[in-house]
């Protein structure tokens, strides 16, 4: 093994996140000794990429890909490994005025067609000229452009063969786009988040100087995958415009040796990570006894958590088990951000930790106002996310669209230079979210004290497991594609789990009275559903025309939601808090 | 070197002592359809396969893997190729 690992000190001095463009960023970070590591998840080194040689290989590539002569702005599909292609091929985009796409790698046992076909809706919905996919994934990437309309496809190193243009490109301008994001559509019918340099560039520009308020010093680490706006904007792209040094776990291996996340963060003593609460909690559960001493995380300043509800209680335990490893509670940065808003939106103060505040639950059920228990009433909690980052205006609005008082719920608003131009050539969608004054609706509920943002839930249907968002109308079209299950025969919902991700439930209207067949086609919707979305998920068979539907008639989700919840006595196991409260 | 055959005996402890609560075990038994596994138990699972055969499994071949066959076959080919590259 000859190879080290980048440093974490730098020659350079530190600039954070103030350029222009992505390509201006990394045109700085490369005159310095910093870059990205890859790790297994055994620990071993494999790949170092300095942001020297980063640069080199971008620009490279750059000249190869402007061998196409394609219009500026077109679409490059990526093939999103945790590997140094796919960094090189972002940002060889980046230097060839061409816009790249992240594309999901397949994770779940069985779901070769389902990902072919995922990957297919992806390719015409942002319809790009080139498309690129590692070796390991290259034979599912010829399936998916099968008949579509692309000029060249290949793996890495196929377009590294390819011969280079005589003149120099020029890289994508701060009004032109950075990238496309597709995090937030449905499987069937994906929406491509439409972020522009000037975008992602104030985004990135807010993390580092106020959001984890990067210092000399500074290392990350990360096992997120560069698909998810947490992994790409986060933790490849803020420490590329901030010079930091990152060390990079493939997400699969992570969910492989969960512990290795820890074993990374004490052997390069890093200061930065970031992941939902479920990362934590998986983490903290595969630890054995006696072992937390062996981790070095006195290092780890910042521990953010986001990209979904946070609920306290295993976050809480991750630090109570890891305390004899030097980690501090404080060290926890709850945050709330999306896709849609590049990434960050708020961030609680540094050196919080987790601040909760503590609400009357019935009055809470009953007038949608946050308010302090009375003496005897059941308690909710929720956690201090933070104040907005410079630039961010906040509405949060009633159902008749009128702004609430303080404490009050309602739905989250924002506008600001960090927000997306649209969904990519999808102007109905784009329509629904986003006003012409430039108001973004989140779809997410909340209320504020003075500057700071408490999150309460949905009003959209979404539902978030394990920091993926995931659409009811997917689960909902797998039900009913079998065959004794039709249209309207099934609805798909979230209810709140243990650890604040939710647990997926589709409740289907069925004919069938044998056992065995009622069992069998259970089976085969959690496998279809499995296979398909990668999530586990509860059916349940009700008798026919028991769906609830609004007084309009339409079926809805939520009536069911809360009939379930109702009848399976879940509130209650919401938190501990309530219960304890109650008793 | 393991036969198919043995490979799918010891899957079948390994998966076993994952799921208790599942009695009747072969080849044929879907991973997912038949024991429910999560996609973190699925994890949980391959790390256990690489550390008892010592293999790495390649995790571009998980979506072509339904059953315990499939997997057993696998991990054969891969046991194959260590073998005739030492």
């Given at each position: 093994?000859?190879?080290?690992?980048?440093p974490?000190?730098?020659?350079?001095?530190?600039?954070?996140?103030?350029?222009?463009?992505?390509?201006?960023?990394l045109?700085?970070?490369a005159?310095?000794?910093?870059?990205?590591?890859?790790?297994?998840?055994?620990g071993?080194?494999?790949?170092?990429?300095?942001?020297?040689?980063?640069?080199?290989?971008?620009?490279?590539?750059?000249?190869?890909l402007?061998?196409?002569?394609?219009?500026?702005?077109?679409?490059?599909?990526?093939?999103?490994?945790?590997?140094?292609?796919?960094?090189?091929?972002?940002?060889?985009?980046?230097?060839?005025?061409?816009?790249?796409?992240?594309?999901?790698?397949?994770?779940?046992?069985?779901?070769?067609?389902?990902?072919?076909?995922?990957?297919?809706?992806?390719?015409?919905?942002?319809?790009?000229?080139?498309?690129?996919?590692?070796?390991d994934?290259?034979?599912?990437?010829?399936?998916?452009?099968?008949?579509?309309?692309?000029?060249?496809?290949?793996?890495?190193?196929?377009?590294?063969?390819?011969?280079?243009?005589?003149?120099?490109?020029?890289?994508?301008?701060?009004?032109?786009?950075?990238y496309?994001?597709?995090?937030?559509?449905?499987?069937?019918?994906?929406?491509?988040?439409?972020?522009?340099?000037?975008?992602?560039?104030?985004?990135?520009?807010?993390?580092?100087?106020?959001?984890?308020?990067?210092?000399?010093?500074?290392?990350?680490?990360?096992?997120?995958p560069?698909?998810?706006?947490?992994?790409?904007?986060?933790?490849?792209?803020t420490?590329?415009?901030?010079?930091?040094?990152?060390?990079?776990?493939?997400?699969?291996?992570?969910?492989?040796?969960?512990?290795?996340?820890?074993?990374?963060?004490?052997?390069?003593?890093?200061t930065i990570?970031?992941?939902?609460?479920?990362?934590?909690?998986?983490?903290?559960?595969?630890?054995?006894?006696?072992?937390?001493?062996?981790?070095?995380?006195?290092?780890?300043?910042?521990?953010?958590?986001?990209?979904?509800?946070?609920?306290?209680?295993?976050?809480?335990?991750?630090?109570?088990?890891?305390?004899?490893?030097?980690?501090?509670?404080?060290?926890?940065?709850?945050?709330?951000?999306m896709?849609?808003?590049?990434?960050a939106?708020?961030?609680?103060?540094?050196?919080?930790?987790?601040?909760?505040?503590?609400?009357?639950?019935?009055?809470?059920?009953?007038?949608?106002?946050?308010?302090?228990?009375?003496?005897?009433?059941?308690?909710?909690?929720?956690?201090?996310?933070?104040?907005?980052?410079?630039g961010?205006?906040?509405?949060?609005?009633?159902?008749?669209?009128?702004?609430?008082?303080?404490?009050?719920?309602?739905?989250?608003?924002?506008?600001?230079?960090?927000?997306?131009?649209?969904?990519f050539?999808?102007?109905?969608?784009?329509?629904?979210?986003?006003?012409?004054?430039?108001?973004?609706?989140?779809?997410?509920?909340?209320?504020?004290?003075?500057?700071?943002?408490?999150?309460?839930?949905?009003?959209?249907?979404?539902?978030?497991?394990?920091?993926?968002?995931?659409?009811?109308?997917?689960?909902?079209?797998?039900?009913?594609?079998?065959?004794?299950?039709?249209?309207?025969?099934?609805?798909?919902?979230?209810?709140?789990?243990?650890?604040?991700?939710?647990?997926?439930?589709?409740?289907?209207?069925?004919?069938?009275?044998?056992?065995?067949?009622?069992?069998?086609?259970?089976t085969?919707?959690?496998?279809r559903?499995q296979?398909?979305?990668?999530v586990?998920?509860l059916?349940?068979?009700?008798?026919?025309?028991?769906?609830?539907?609004?007084?309009?008639?339409?079926?809805?989700?939520?009536?069911?939601?809360?009939?379930?919840?109702?009848?399976h006595?879940?509130?209650?196991?919401?938190?501990?808090?309530e219960?304890?409260?109650?008793? | 070197?393991?036969?198919?055959?043995?490979?799918?005996?010891?899957?079948?402890?390994?998966?076993?002592?994952?799921?208790?609560?599942?009695?009747?075990?072969?080849?044929?038994?879907?991973?997912?359809?038949?024991?429910?596994?999560?996609?973190m138990?699925?994890?949980?699972?391959?790390?256990?396969?690489?550390?008892?055969?010592?293999?790495?499994?390649?995790?571009?071949?998980?979506?072509?893997?339904?059953?315990?066959?499939d997997?057993?076959?696998?991990?054969?080919?891969?046991?194959?190729?260590?073998?005739?590259?030492?």
């Open positions: 093994m000859g190879a080290q690992a980048t974490t000190e730098n020659t350079l001095p530190l600039r954070r996140a103030d350029f222009s463009t992505l390509a201006e960023a045109d700085y970070a005159l310095g000794q910093t870059g990205c590591n890859f790790y297994t998840g055994r071993e080194l494999i790949a170092v990429l300095s942001y020297a040689e980063l640069r080199r290989q971008a620009l490279d590539l750059a000249r190869q402007a061998s196409f002569r394609l219009p500026r702005e077109s679409r490059v599909a990526l093939v999103a490994a945790t590997s140094p292609d796919f960094i090189c091929f972002f940002f060889a985009c980046q230097y060839a005025g061409l816009v790249p796409v992240p594309l999901p790698i397949p994770f779940s046992l069985g779901s070769h067609q389902a990902y072919v076909r995922q990957l297919r809706a992806l390719l015409q919905s942002c319809r790009p000229s080139l498309a690129m996919a590692p070796e994934y290259a034979s599912f990437l010829t399936e998916a452009v099968a008949g579509l309309d692309i000029k060249y496809f290949g793996t890495a190193d196929d377009f590294r063969r390819l011969p280079s243009a005589k003149v120099e490109p020029v890289p994508l301008q701060p009004h032109e786009l950075a496309l994001q597709y995090t937030s559509g449905s499987t069937r019918f994906p929406r491509g988040v439409m972020i522009k340099q000037a975008a992602v560039m104030d985004n990135l520009a807010g993390i580092a100087q106020y959001g984890v308020d990067l210092r000399p010093g500074d290392r990350a680490v990360s096992w997120l560069f698909y998810h706006d947490m992994g790409l904007v986060g933790l490849m792209l420490p590329v415009a901030s010079q930091v040094s990152v060390d990079y776990l493939a997400t699969q291996e992570f969910a492989m040796r969960p512990r290795q996340w820890l074993a990374l963060i004490s052997k390069n003593k890093a990570s970031f992941g939902p609460p479920f990362g934590y909690e998986l983490c903290q559960r595969r630890l054995r006894p006696g072992e937390a001493a062996k981790f070095d995380l006195s290092s780890w300043r910042v521990a953010g958590v986001g990209a979904e509800m946070i609920r306290t209680e295993s976050l809480r335990e991750f630090a109570r088990a890891l305390a004899p490893a030097g980690f501090r509670e404080e060290a926890f940065l709850p945050c709330y951000g896709a849609e808003c590049s990434l939106v708020t961030f609680a103060p540094l050196g919080q930790g987790l601040k909760v505040d503590r609400v009357d639950a019935e009055r809470l059920a009953t007038e949608a106002r946050a308010v302090s228990p009375a003496a005897g009433s059941r308690e909710s909690e929720f956690v201090d996310c933070g104040r907005l980052l410079p961010f205006e906040l509405k949060i609005l009633d159902v008749e669209g009128r702004e609430v008082a303080e404490r009050q719920i309602g739905v989250v608003h924002l506008r600001g230079p960090s927000v997306m131009s649209g969904y050539e999808d102007p109905n969608s784009t329509r629904e979210v986003l006003s012409k004054e430039g108001w973004l609706n989140t779809g997410d509920l909340g209320y504020r004290v003075g500057d700071r943002l408490y999150l309460t839930g949905r009003e959209k249907d979404l539902i978030i497991v394990n920091g993926r968002n995931i659409w009811p109308q997917d689960l909902e079209y797998l039900a009913q594609q079998q065959p004794e299950v039709r249209p309207g025969d099934a609805l798909a919902f979230g209810v709140p789990g243990p650890d604040g991700s939710d647990l997926t439930v589709i409740v289907v209207q069925c004919r069938e009275t044998d056992e065995a067949k009622r069992a069998d086609l259970i085969r919707i959690r496998s559903v296979a398909e979305i990668g586990d998920c059916v349940e068979l009700v008798p026919l025309h028991t769906l609830p539907r609004t007084s309009s008639g339409k079926l809805s989700r939520s009536k069911a939601r809360q009939n379930f919840i109702a009848t006595n879940l509130a209650q196991s919401r938190s501990h808090q219960r304890r409260a109650a008793v | 070197m393991k036969t198919y055959q043995e490979i799918v005996g010891e899957l079948i402890a390994v998966i076993h002592a994952l799921t208790p609560e599942v009695k009747a075990l072969d080849e044929n038994t879907e991973l997912i359809g038949n024991l429910g596994l999560d996609s138990k699925v994890m949980n699972l391959i790390q256990e396969v690489e550390d008892r055969f010592d293999v790495s499994i390649p995790l571009n071949v998980l979506p072509d893997v339904r059953t315990i066959g997997l057993a076959l696998k991990i054969h080919l891969l046991l194959q190729s260590h073998d005739s590259a030492r």
